[in-house]
């Protein structure tokens, strides 16, 4: 059982990282096999290991990506925006928006960051501190420009984030609230821990 007749190995990759996902969202990286992954993407244990030849990396690879993809989409939603309260706004909107549509990849980014190695962690983490970066940056823009009085920029982008984050662990797109909804809740409580009216 090989790639089928018309499948590149691009597309073979991204059936391959998305089954990956999904396997270890329900399992947990450390139950997930590759004989069961070969199976989710109809390839044999021979022809995954073209693409996957060893376990471990592929977690490093895989979450290594999903912090990449968010951090180029992030930069794509706040290019040409300047001012710290558009800023916050968007930036708000942006993670609801990311964190309720890629629930199994926001799941595993953060859980599975104890199946990595000491190497693989260094690389993730930094990525990560980019992102958290780019709030940090909103909050001290705004902060000089009078947006908003913190007494502490550092509490106030951890407090953000975990409000924001937390979102995926509950959210349901067939739920009580629709998505944008949600947004607009969730920029007014942005705006309100920041002690804006």
Do not use: D, I, W
């Given at each position: 059982m090989g790639r089928p007749v018309g499948v590149n190995g691009a597309d073979t990759m991204r059936a391959i990282r998305k089954a990956a996902i999904h396997r270890i969202y329900r399992y947990g990286y450390e139950a997930m096999n590759l004989r069961d992954l070969a199976a989710d993407v109809h390839l044999s244990v021979g022809s995954l290991?073209?693409?996957?030849?060893?376990?471990?990396?592929?977690?490093?690879?895989?979450?290594?990506g999903i912090i990449r993809e968010l951090l180029l989409d992030l930069h794509t939603q706040m290019a040409g925006?300047?001012?710290?309260t558009q800023r916050l706004e968007r930036f708000v909107r942006f993670h609801i928006e990311w964190h309720t549509a890629r629930k199994e990849e926001v799941f595993i980014g953060?859980?599975?960051?104890?199946?990595?190695?000491?190497?693989?962690?260094?690389?993730?983490i930094a990525l990560r501190k980019a992102y958290e970066g780019h709030l940090e940056r909103i909050l001290r823009d705004g902060q000089k420009a009078g947006c908003w009085k913190l007494d502490d920029v550092r509490v106030a982008r951890l407090a953000l984030l975990s409000l924001l984050t937390g979102i995926s662990n509950w959210y349901r797109p067939d739920?009580?609230?629709?998505?944008?909804?949600l947004i607009r809740l969730y920029q007014r409580l942005a705006r309100q821990l920041l002690g804006m009216h």
């Open positions: 290991y073209n693409h996957v030849p060893q376990k471990q990396a592929f977690l490093g690879t895989l979450l290594e925006l300047t001012e710290p953060n859980m599975e960051l104890r199946s990595l190695s000491p190497e693989q962690y260094q690389v993730v739920g009580r609230l629709t998505q944008g909804r």
